[in-house]
């Protein structure tokens, strides 16, 4: 919505009654469901926090698939729309179709190729949307050297400067983890045989142009197969891959498909984008070697759960983009640009098609020519949610934290380049509205009525206005609204300090170190802030570029944040945020070792071993621990008594484990459940005490 992308357009106050900015109240809401409206409605409380940096807008973030099957792939209006919506990265040929499709003849053997879908076209489309093209290389029936060949075409032959490439496409789904949907005609389908085949499609590649980024296949984080060793393997495809590959890439491929029992789960998964992504950077780092830290992270397809053509798909989009982007992802790929119909469905009133894209193809069922999707290039409710994004946020732009107070209440925002603010409420409520009460932290807004954009429930259009205030807003229910808040004292920026580096981390402390802003003026001082789940707070603040942030508690995940100060009060942009988790007492009577001894996707087996490394016998033990997710949960358990509360879990012993000597060590385990990335507990009470964890 950023009036320098492009104008917008403030209608009359015909529109201010349709986006809701009467005394529409709601009374209080919890998880289960919607809330019932009133007058004496309490408002909504949601926070932004300037000083809590997160990732900034990437520039090729906001992207979408296209295929080989989509006859209308070069058309002007497809890449008009693409254009429209601010799509700047375009993946192709399509999913699996890649490991089939040879880019030579344009044609791929057993599967359907529409005319006028060749390479060259997708470029010209590519071109007049004013994106960057992603390439898949085809790994299931392809070769090197024909890959290689695509490169010199593309970027020698034609100039087409084509950076991204990606080798194959989810292989692990080549039937060694026993289901079969991709294309793979190696004898041996293992992790290693694809690890060493981008090693050689890398080399291959990069000979003829070595600016290319070669992307390849992992496995999202609690998504299958995720965790699972297969037989004949020494580890995960995860771990064998960048094990051997890891020197050879530039990026890691991620797809995402959460699912959802319905549209209220399907909602509640863009809260798994944070874990997902730290977890894979985790494994990038322990297993590709040296140097890793230049490996980016890109999700090339994503789609919603529930609602895919619907207000579900579009308030999911919006979420998982900002949510992914701000966690460090370089660019998100919406699966896909046209899918065609499926079973029909109605939700909030709004006629779904289950059609995986973002615009319309026109098609009918096939048992049932009666039924239509709109005609040809309809957009869809995701695409608008999109469309909203694109003008939402510009590349460069920093996402900062928001905490709402309300389940069914979704919040984002981005800090623009010349210091003003944009807000992106989301109201996950499908019957109900809300009215939110905003404040800001590190952020003064101006009185001025802001400028509002809100899509909603069964709209084909963004409406544009200018309504409420910075202060407070009213959400339709089913709605995305974006406001542009400006800044109320308009003044030149300091330059934001780095990123702090975070070292000598305890169970309730840890060291902060940073680098001064460029030419910060004399008397400037650091504002020192750490987050947690919880929210944030002032950790301290000094002229120097270090600081000891204290009064933290064990396990748990913090992130901390930087701003320069200078003396006229005014303050930079927050640093991008280091996240770090605390560990445990260092010194204590007992030692735990908990670890994932066998996962199979959605569960896995927890074994802990309990040492006593004091002096004295234990008589009689109770040990508890809390699922770090709320998508986790216990299953069953051995040697000893468990019970769980939610997340809670506790074991006491048996009577034939009770008593515990120094030096001695009790083994139980447990079966945990997972239905998202699986994060083990950090941390582990004896007899009510934290101890130290090995």
């Known amino acids: 919505m950023r009036t320098g992308r492009r104008r917008l357009a403030v209608v009359t106050a015909a529109w201010l009654g349709v986006a809701g900015l009467g005394a529409v109240g709601a009374g209080t809401a919890g998880a289960a469901g919607p ?11 949601v926070t932004v926090d ?7 807008v990437p520039p090729l973030g906001l992207g979408a698939n296209d295929a080989v099957w989509d006859a209308k792939l070069g058309t002007d209006a497809t890449s008009g729309l693409l254009r429209r919506a601010g799509v700047r990265m375009m993946r192709y040929p399509g999913g699996s179709y890649a490991d089939i499709y040879h880019w030579k003849d344009n044609t791929a053997p057993g599967g359907y190729v529409a005319p ?3 390479f060259d076209t997708f470029m010209a489309s590519v071109q007049h949307a004013g994106a960057q093209p992603i390439v898949i290389a085809n790994y299931g029936t392809g070769t090197a050297q024909e890959a290689a060949d695509w490169v010199r075409y593309a970027n020698v032959t034609k100039r087409y400067h084509a950076t991204y490439w990606e080798i194959g496409n989810e292989n692990y789904g080549n039937g060694h983890y026993g ?3 991709e294309a793979d005609d190696h004898a041996d389908k293992s992790p290693t045989a694809y690890a060493n085949g981008v090693v050689e499609y890398a080399k291959a590649m990069k000979a003829v142009d070595p600016t290319v980024r070669i992307g390849a296949v992992l496995t999202t984080p609690g998504n299958w197969p995720d965790g699972i060793v297969a037989d004949g393997d020494s580890g995960t495809w995860n771990r064998t891959v960048l094990s051997i590959a890891g020197p050879s890439i530039d990026f890691a491929v991620l797809h995402w498909y959460p699912g ?3 549209a209220a789960d399907a909602l509640s998964k863009p809260a798994q984008a944070v874990d997902i992504a730290e977890l894979t950077r985790a494994q990038i780092t322990r297993y590709a070697g040296a140097g890793s830290g230049r490996i980016g992270i890109a999700l090339s397809e994503l789609n919603a759960g529930a609602g895919v053509n619907t207000q579900p798909g579009a308030l999911f989009a919006a979420d998982a983009y900002l949510s992914l982007w701000a966690a460090g992802v370089f660019t998100v790929d919406w699966w896909d640009l046209r899918n065609g119909i499926d079973k029909v469905t109605t939700v909030a009133g709004q006629t779904d098609y289950n059609d995986f894209g973002l615009l319309s193809s026109g098609t009918c069922l096939k048992d049932d020519p009666t039924v239509c999707e709109p005609a040809a290039d309809t957009p869809f409710a ?15 732009d920093q996402l900062v934290r928001v905490t709402t107070g309300d389940p069914l209440v979704h919040a984002h925002a981005v800090r623009h380049r010349d210091g003003d603010l944009s807000v992106l409420l989301l109201n996950e409520d499908p019957a109900s509205a809300r009215t939110v009460s905003l404040s800001y932290a590190g952020y003064v807004p101006s009185p001025d009525r802001p400028v509002v954009s809100t899509f909603l429930n069964g709209a084909s259009a963004i409406a544009h206005g200018r309504a409420g205030t910075a202060g407070g807003q009213t959400l339709p229910p089913y709605s995305l609204t974006a406001i542009e808040v400006h800044q109320k004292f308009s003044r030149t920026l300091p330059p934001a300090p780095s990123t702090p580096v975070v070292s000598a981390v305890t169970d309730t402390s840890a060291s902060a170190a940073w680098t ?49 100060t200078e003396p006229n009060g005014a303050s930079s942009w927050s640093s991008a945020p280091a996240a770090f988790v605390t560990g445990t007492p260092s010194v204590s009577t007992c030692a735990v070792h908990l670890v994932d001894a066998s996962d199979w996707g959605n569960g896995y087996v927890g074994s802990v071993d309990v040492t006593n490394t004091g002096t ?4 009689g033990w109770t040990l508890g621990f809390a699922f770090p997710r709320p998508w986790e949960s216990f299953g069953s358990g051995w040697n000893a008594t468990w019970s769980a509360d939610g997340v809670s879990v506790t074991a006491s012993n048996v009577d034939w484990n009770a008593d515990v000597a120094p030096g001695a060590t009790v083994n139980v385990g447990y079966v945990g459940n997972y239905a998202g990335p699986n994060v083990l507990p950090t941390v582990v009470t004896f007899n009510g005490a934290v101890f130290t964890s090995r």
């Open 35 to 45: 809330r019932a409206a009133g007058a004496d409605a309490v408002p909504v409380a």
């Open 50 to 56: 300037a000083h809590a940096g997160l990732g900034t």
């Open 116 to 118: 006028g879908t060749d």
């Open 179 to 181: 289901s079969n949907w």
């Open 260 to 262: 959802g029992s319905g």
């Open 382 to 396: 995701p695409y608008h949610a999109l469309e909203l994004l694109g003008s939402f946020a510009d590349p460069g």
């Open 516 to 564: 001064p802003a460029p030419r910060a003026r004399p008397g400037t001082v650091y504002e020192v802030y750490v987050q947690d789940a919880a929210g944030s707070r002032l950790a301290g603040t000094t002229p120097g570029t270090s600081l000891v942030v204290t009064g933290l508690r064990a396990g748990t995940r913090y992130t901390v944040t930087v701003v320069a």
């Open 616 to 619: 004295e016998p234990v008589h």
